[in-house]
């Protein structure tokens, strides 16, 4: 219950701040991971799994440190890769893509001598061959 009244309450949070995420997958996924991750951290027993450690809740704090420097690393891990996709797949380009159909219109096209994206592109893949995202159609 605590964690559904959680995630949901992150998912009107992103509403109001009008952030796009369609899916709710950070509202969901991101902090419903995040808080199961310290929740382990919280009431982790070795009474339940002999092999792994106690939590904050059975005497163990450090647990809890260590649930949240994975929370922490994998956050830095997620932040960086998406940066790095980011910056490869969109050349540094608006992240919403364009309607369907100008996509579809587009990915025809290369990039051409006098296409604004002709630099993007050879800096971002040489040999790149579909639709620069920042072209207009």
Known sequence: MLAGGICYGAVLLKARLRFDDSLDVVGI????GLLGTLLVGLFA????????????????????GIQALGVAAVGLYAFVASWIIIRLWGCGSIL???PWASIFRNIRKAPTANSPCRACWA???????????????
Request: glycine share 14%.
């Open 45 to 64: 027993a070795k009474a339940v799994n002999a092999a792994g450690a106690n939590g904050l809740l059975a005497g163990n704090a450090a647990q809890l």
């Open 29 to 32: 996924h991101g902090v419903g």
């Open 123 to 137: 800096g971002c893949w040489p040999n790149l061959s579909f639709a620069c995202p920042m072209a207009k159609p």
């Open 96 to 98: 919403r893509p364009k």
